[in-house]
């Protein structure tokens, strides 16, 4: 048993539809499915690793731990940047994107939200659990869209804005710039929220990515789960093709 406390950030995914599961081979699907994804992104990750090791730049893996349908997945920031300055989290992001769209093909569909803070994790035989405020936070606020994505809580939303705030100081930019030049990572988007309604704030642009990965293949699986959804989970594929539409439209591609 190892338990240690780090500060970083943290996303939280739930798994759409697995809840409503009656089949043991639907089950089966998932956790192949599931464990093929992580094979493909572990390489992936090895990849983008090596590539900023070039720079200079060491980042540590991720950390991620399985709750049955959900999954935490932990950014670590080195001690030294105790105030937080998401250094090592704005350098995943790309791969963050990735898994998101990558599993989107694979038919696993995540709705989540990122947090950042203190965090205890304690990595034992059994696995890996994570326990602290940034957890409760980024699980309590993935329950409220309507949809398919990955949102930022207000807690760290604040903390992103401050840091684009410090990265426009530091090189003499307007914040307005800054923001453009980070639309490839958050959009600022109406997310629907379930009870009805929708609220304005900084979201995953996992479209950005979908021209390089398998763009056809995420808009087919969107197509085919809203089919086989029920009604309760039907707008969800919708609003969440809505989203892609409204990213294309706007420019948020990387062409």
Known sequence: MSIKKKRGVVVFLDALGVSKYTQISQFITFFENLEILKGENKYIWTQWKQQFKKEGI????PEIAFFQDSLIICFSEPEKDAEGTLHNFFAAQTWLMQAIVMAMAKK???RGAISNGDY???ES???IAVLGKPVVDASFYEKYGDWIGVIQTPDFQSDYIAALTQY???NDMSIDDVNRNYRRFYVKYNVP???GGSHECFV???PTLIRKTGGNEVKT??????ESADDENKAKYDNTLTFLNFCEQNGYFIE
Request: charged residues 30%.
């Open 120 to 122: 205890i994790i304690n």
């Open 193 to 195: 929220l379930k009870k």
């Open 108 to 110: 696993l569909f995540f």
């Open 204 to 206: 995953v642009n996992w």
């Open 221 to 226: 699986a969107l197509l085919e789960g809203k």
């Open 125 to 127: 035989e059994r696995g």
């Open 58 to 61: 060491i980042l540590p893996d």
């Open 168 to 170: 426009a100081d530091i």
